[in-house]
């Protein structure tokens, strides 16, 4: 639990948990991709999941996500077990996320590609739409304008009729962050957002992320490399390597921990950055 | 000689290219009228062309009688297959497979309904309701409990279905005998012999067939459709393959003497009318359009554009996989049970496998994901292929008409490396255009 590994005080009420994990293992074959993984993300956190490549992390989403089934352990959101839902299932009770390599719908417009999100609340069936009813025209136009607003409040409105292959790459991010958010998450996870970004787009992402997490009251979190996002916007971080946490604390705890140098850099530039055991 | 008949065949194909034009034109009008006047119209003009005589010559002769009533049901069987590979993305050759059952389907109910025999009728139609309650069900168990196997589904599937196919022949067989009398004798014909109600049991027999298709097609793609999109591929090729290898032995390993095996079944009532054929083909049309533009038309699209991502938005990525199968084989088993009765004689040649790659062919061709070029492609390439190059080509020999099968490869050679996208890439056709232009002319009018 965070609070063990956490020095500063936790306030008297915290609020409740989003999401709780305990024990989550996943074995591909012999390798333990992910090994006897916790974690707990409390609402209106954003926290940081870092670690080197292959340590584990993006497979940890997998299974939150549901695209894998865990080889044992819990996965708790809201205190219900997601272990054995089906993906749409997951996304349904409220966890959205985004792709380490940017996974839009190609070939749609941005628009369509916001409306597939709006799917499961269509709010018509699919005789309504056979015989384009009066409730398939009332509520698809809804659906319709609302999607355009919520492209509005990203900025992203002029691009609503363009195929979303035809966008610049740090776009495609936005928009993929946008349609994550139209499927109405309650916990939002972020898959490298900065993954390929400049310098100046990474400080637009920042400020966007916490743009969305106010505007639409989530939980946020994220898997990161850019170190100088994930120090600067993540209040408690959580470092994985080798499918184990190494250490968890906020930004500055982790920065210094010698286990996650030494993750990062090797044995030999921890003991360089003067950092005993 | 040829060069007449090139030009008049150039002509009817650049006609019926402008008629299927003015048709989605007038059906996608605001107006009411105009949409209604523009079917009525579009009917008439066919209708016309095909009875109305001016001296010796008509407009449309028997032979383009014959190429209309393929094209239309090859639009059908195409329409579907677009949807399962061009808005679905699932790579099928079963098509060819469905078009065959369904045609043999309705051919069966039909034929034993002329030689007094209502079981057809009764059996197929019990067991199709049967079995898409029966389906029904079991999903609504299945869905109780979660996490089970699709192959433990699919057996609880085929068992519930073979029950009613099995309580269906027995329903049959007991409420035929009573039927029989009623259809008199030949020389004073009963009510049932009567030809409108031979008319209502066509139009029954076309939508059962559909339906069979339909449900054969769910049993076969809930397992299969599991498999990733090559693995899928070869085995709906397998799919084809036992069809017809099932046609040829309709007479021997099944019980089906009327159908003559590979000897092809003969005596099918020509019920098929230009009515019917438009009829059916506007209501497919109107469907799949409908269908591609509502919330489950983008769910399809999402599972072609990226599987993992539509989960992740919260489609059910299995159910609607099977969901565009089960619709896109319902199209073919249509279009099956409308080619029955027009051309009047099935045989097992018919739906090999090979000849199966035509409205996959036409799909490319028209171009993926779009509705117009498949229809388009589908009465253009049976005007060109079968009437133009065939008859141009006879002029050469007997044999040379094999030559189109050369000549026409070679064209969709040309075409895939000119034009990958198909011939008409994505644009649609009046009625056939996304929506969203009116939605917002109603939006700001408000």
Sequence with gaps: MIATANTTPIPAQAPEPVLEIHGLTKVFGGLRAVSNFDLTVRRGALDGLIGPNGAGKTTVFNMISGLYTPTSGDIYFYGENLVG????????????????????????????????????????????????SRRFDVKEREMIERARDFLAIFGLERYQDELAKNLPYGEQRRVEIARALAS????????????????????????????IRD?????????????????????????????????????????????????????????????SM | MELGFLILSIVKIVAILAYLYGLFWAMGHQNKIVKVAGIVIAFALIQLALTVKFGETQILNDFDRGLVFQACTMTMV???????????????????????????????????????????????????????????????????????????????????????GAIAVYIGNAINPALVPLFGTPDAPGILASPAVLQVVFLLAVLIAGAFAAEVSFLFGLPVLTLGSDYFGIATLGF?????????????????????????????????????????????????????????????MSVREDETAAKAMGIDVAFYKLFAFVVGSLFAGIGGGVYAHYIGFLSPGTFDFLV?????????????????????????????LEGLLRVLLSQLGTEAPTWRYVLYPIALLLLMLLRPQGLLGNVEWGFLKRPVAALQAKAAGR
């Design chain 1, 85 to 132: 839902m089906e993906p749409h299932e997951i996304t349904q009770l409220g966890i959205g996320r985004t792709f380490q390599n940017i996974r839009l719908f190609p070939n749609l417009t941005v628009l369509t590609n916001v409306l597939v999100a709006y799917h499961p609340h269509a709010g018509y069936g699919l005789l309504d739409g056979l015989v384009r």
């Design chain 1, 184 to 211: 109405e998450p309650k916990l939002l996870l972020l898959d490298e957002p900065a993954a390929g970004m400049n310098p100046a787009e990474i400080g637009r992402l920042m400020e966007y992320i916490h743009f």
């Design chain 1, 215 to 275: 505007r639409f009251n989530l939980t946020i979190l994220l898997i990161e490399h850019q170190m100088r996002l994930v120090m600067n916007i993540c209040e408690q971080i959580t470092v994985m390597d080798f499918g184990e946490v190494i250490a968890r604390g906020t930004p500055a705890e982790v920065q210094n921990d010698v286990r996650v140098i030494e993750a990062y850099l090797g044995r030999g530039a921890a003991a360089r950055q003067g950092v």
């Design chain 2, 78 to 164: 195409a329409l579907g297959l677009n949807l399962i590979y061009g808005f679905n993305g699932q790579f099928s050759l079963a098509q060819w497979g469905f078009y065959g059952i369904g045609a043999y389907t309705a051919a069966d109910i039909t034929y034993r309904w002329n030689v007094r025999d209502a079981r057809g009728l009764l059996v197929a139609g019990i067991g199709v309701i049967l079995g898409g309650l029966m389906i029904l069900a079991v999903s609504r168990l299945v869905r109780r409990y979660k996490g089970m196997p699709v192959l433990s589904q699919f057996t609880l599937y085929l068992i519930s279905c073979v029950l009613a």
């Design chain 2, 240 to 300: 084809a393959i036992v069809v017809q290898t099932l046609m040829v032995n309709t007479d021997t390993i099944l019980p089906f003497p009327e159908m003559k095996g590979g000897r092809g079944m003969i005596g099918i009532p020509k019920l098929t009318t230009w009515f019917w054929a438009f009829l059916f083909l506007i209501i497919i049309i109107v469907v799949m359009r409908n269908l591609i533009y509502s919330s489950t038309g983008r769910a399809i």
């Design chain 2, 356 to 384: 199966g790659f035509n409205p996959l062919i036409i799909v490319v061709f028209g171009g993926l994901g779009s509705m117009t070029g498949t229809i388009a492609a589908s009465f253009g390439w049976i005007f060109f």
